[in-house]
């Protein structure tokens, strides 16, 4: 049973910085790609940032590229989220996710990629 368990979250002020983590068991966590996605109040879940299985490759949504940072640690099977310059839009539950299988079924922005769901970390940034 894959588990996917984030921390990190809560209140930082504009222009602050805050970084996630989110801790995999249940698989081999190498094998695997991994997203952020986040679902701001009233607002559908929207994708955040991808990372390839190796790290080699990453993406980001347009809202945050430039300001957010995805990373993972194999060995601990660990992927962070590192966010800078945070906007009262930020704020939003983030959370893991993790795809069902090594190839992705389809596009890495998607939630319908992604079988595995954490209960999500809280970020707040007050206007």
């Known amino acids: 049973q894959v588990q996917l368990v984030e921390s990190g979250g809560g209140l930082v002020q504009a222009g602050g910085s805050l970084k996630l983590s989110c801790e995999a068991s249940g698989r081999t966590f190498s094998n695997y790609d991994m997203a952020w996605f986040r679902q701001g109040p009233g607002k559908d879940r929207e994708f955040v940032a991808h990372i390839s299985w190796s790290g080699g490759s990453t993406r980001y949504a347009d809202s945050v590229k430039g300001r957010c940072t995805i990373s993972r640690d194999n060995a601990q099977n660990t992927v962070y989220l590192q966010m800078n310059s945070l906007k009262p839009e930020d704020t939003a539950v983030y959370y893991c996710?993790?795809?069902?299988?090594?190839?992705?079924?389809?596009?890495?922005?998607?939630?319908?990629?992604?079988?595995?769901w954490g209960r999500g970390s809280q970020v707040t940034v007050p206007s």
């Open positions: 996710a993790a795809p069902g299988s090594r190839y992705l079924s389809s596009a890495y922005y998607n939630t319908k990629t992604y079988n595995y």
